[in-house]
């Protein structure tokens, strides 16, 4: 009775925060009513109340509003509610229109369907096993499976057609969602395991290519939905009355599981992981206090409960392995730290080297890191912090509302990994080698910035590092890196415009066109593909649509090699002014004078855009020229324009 008044009470909290246009204080009541309940009369209470202010949940900062489409062979109206909840709790605002029901072909292939017409920012493919692999079942069912092979071949063949042919005229991110694997076949249980064609076996082949598929295609990504339906149990996923009388694909008390499941899948294709992960020490990392119980008191290793914290460990050394940085930010004394390391070392998977850097002091969480992001020049938003205190939780949510914050349990040891790995901070469909080597390249950095403390001159220091820019087309760079940086560059970002990988090829394949990132080596290790610049001709002008640089690399004379770069392909194919744009943001101050610094004119106002600073630059007279110590590399024997699409 206690909790029905409270839920009552969040509704009317609720309707007030909508009826005031509140958006911040809505979300907030949304996520006080789902953490109570997740009944579909309250999820459908808190989406209408959402779309009621869906202009000003877009203005928010943190939310990106998105047009959607739903193409599908199913039912989807039950669950429409959910998604629009869950996308708003994930910092989306769907605009989503649903297709119609079983025209996916026509949608996906129509060049004047109502999806094509709609031009979508997210395209959501959503098929049952009927419309995927409709034969499948049968050709299983004898146990032999002569021609299972075949048929996945050509329904994977088929798909790959159908989503290829919508993405050779439509540059909007696609999801593509795969087949489940029923819970009970003619085979039975025996059957399934132990016959190599049977049904599961099949499908999770079928499933596996159609993966492959997905990333063979820019800008698409594959839903696993039956991993998803395995987690909370393929015999409740689907109520067989409800598919069989309406094609509704999910049980009802699922649909929030489904929808938030769906909703984390397409955001690795707007949204870059976070990068640093910072771990509490005492009862998170390891179990008990090591300033009060020592380090042979602390529990870790191979028995319980020490076992809960060493996997907890080995999930963060998997973390790191693809290139999330680990760092200590613990209330402690530094040296029974080093102690606890050096002298329980058998028992723990992580060493200190292991850490891109510890901040291990007495002083506030949320100071640490700060100075942590500006060490590593990274926003706060690439953070992520888990700790088992409440307050020191609570702390950093609001002096640091820029970092996500994971609460530990103390009590629960043995939830950690799970608690981790339920996380979206650090999903990527795809990771690259840039990605695996980010820790060594930040250990040095470390070493640079040791070099630059005793060197008497910048010139001096510079020329020191032996610093080798090596230019590419962003089509073999591979182009996934291209589009990483674009989605997640913030600081030295002229424009901060986030194109798809389509996008990239079409300034690649464009007559005239450049798409070149930039990859970075010097003596203390190779950067990797670091920056990158999207520009064009128009008649006798070079316009530069995006010019970005990581911040791992910004004041070593990158940027003014890659501006170098671009201004000499332009001259080479014919242009006589290069055009630059700058549009401010909140983050890339940083480069605010980049242009007027490197020689260019700012053009009047009348010329640019809503909150766009547009310059010029005569070539004839004054082009850029790389700075002395960079060491270039690629610059006339890579081409950047429709030889290199071509080439690819």
């Not at 429409?80 to 910092?91: C, G, K, Q």
């Not at 389509?502 to 066109?513: I, L, R, Y």
């Amino acid at each position: 009775m206690q909790g029905d008044t409270r839920r009552q009470e969040l509704r009317k909290a609720l309707r007030e925060a909508s009826s005031k246009q509140d958006a911040a204080a809505a979300i907030q009541h949304v996520r006080n009513i789902l953490t109570l309940s997740d009944k579909p009369s309250d999820v459908m209470f808190c989406a209408s109340a959402l779309s009621g202010i869906s202009n000003q949940l877009a203005a928010q900062p943190q939310l990106k509003r998105l047009k959607a489409f739903l193409v599908r062979s199913v039912t989807v109206e039950p669950i429409l509610p959910f998604i629009t909840v869950e996308s708003v709790l994930s910092n989306y605002v769907l605009d989503l229109q649903v297709g119609g029901y079983g025209s996916y072909a026509d949608e996906l292939m129509n060049p004047q369907s109502s999806l094509a017409t709609s031009k979508p920012d997210l395209v959501m493919v959503l098929l049952d096993l009927e419309e995927i692999a409709g034969r499948l079942p049968d050709l299983c069912a004898d146990g032999k499976g002569a021609h299972v092979e075949q048929e996945i071949e050509e329904c994977v063949a088929r798909i790959g057609q159908l989503l290829k042919s919508f993405r050779s005229t439509n540059s909007a991110r696609l999801l593509f969602q795969g087949c489940i694997i029923p819970d009970r076949t003619s085979l039975g249980d025996v059957g399934d395991a132990n016959l190599p064609h049977s049904l599961p076996n099949a499908l999770q082949k079928l499933n596996q290519r159609l993966a492959a598929t997905c990333r063979s295609i820019p800008d698409c990504v594959f839903f696993d939905v039956d991993r998803l339906a395995a987690r909370h149990g393929r015999a409740r996923w689907r109520d067989s009355r409800m598919f069989l009388a309406s094609r509704l694909p999910v049980s009802s008390d699922l649909f929030s599981s489904y929808s938030r499941g769906l909703v984390r899948a397409f955001s690795t294709l707007f949204r870059a992981p976070r990068k640093v992960l910072c771990t509490d020490l005492d009862n998170t990392l390891w179990g008990g206090i090591v300033g009060e119980d020592g380090a042979d008191g602390i529990a870790t290793g191979s028995a319980f409960p020490g076992n809960c914290y060493l996997e907890y460990q080995r999930y963060l050394k998997q973390l790191s392995s693809r290139g999330i940085l680990l760092a200590i930010v613990s209330k402690n004394n530094p040296a029974d730290v080093h102690e606890a390391f050096q002298a329980r070392a058998a028992d723990l998977a992580l060493t200190l080297d292991d850490f891109v850097a510890t901040k291990i002091s007495w002083g506030e969480k949320a100071d640490a890191i700060r100075e942590l992001a500006n060490e590593l020049s990274l926003g706060l938003d690439s953070f992520v912090f888990i700790d088992d205190n409440p307050v020191e939780c609570e702390a950093i949510r609001q002096n640091l509302p820029e970092v996500a914050v994971i609460q530990a349990t103390a009590e629960e040891p043995w939830k950690l990994v799970d608690l981790m790995s339920e996380q979206p901070f650090f999903d990527a469909a795809v990771v690259t080698e840039d990605d695996a080597n980010r820790l060594s390249e930040y250990k040095a950095q470390a070493q640079r910035a040791e070099l630059a403390a005793h060197a008497t001159n910048r010139d001096e220091f510079l020329a020191s590092l032996g610093i080798v820019s090596t230019f590419q087309s962003a089509l073999q760079a591979p182009l996934s890196r291209a589009v990483q940086l674009l989605a997640k560059t913030n600081q030295f970002n002229l424009t901060t415009r986030r194109h798809s990988a389509t996008e990239v090829e079409n300034f690649a394949s464009a007559p005239g066109g450049q798409a070149v990132v930039v990859r970075v080596r010097d003596r203390f290790g190779d950067a990797g593909v670091v920056g990158l610049a999207l520009a064009i001709n128009q008649g006798d002008s070079c316009y530069i649509d995006s010019l970005l640089l990581s911040c791992r690399v910004i004041g070593r004379g990158i940027e003014t090699a890659l501006l170098a770069h671009i201004a000499e392909h332009a001259i080479r194919t014919g242009a006589k002014t290069l055009i630059g744009e700058f549009i401010a943001t909140k983050k890339n101050s940083l480069c605010a004078d980049f242009y007027s610094e490197n020689g260019f004119t700012q053009l009047p106002s009348d010329n640019a855009g809503p909150g766009s600073v547009l310059y010029q630059l005569d070539l004839t007279t004054s082009p850029p020229s790389s700075p002395k110590w960079i060491t270039l590399e690629g610059i006339q024997s890579n081409e950047l324009a429709t030889s290199a699409l071509l080439s690819s």
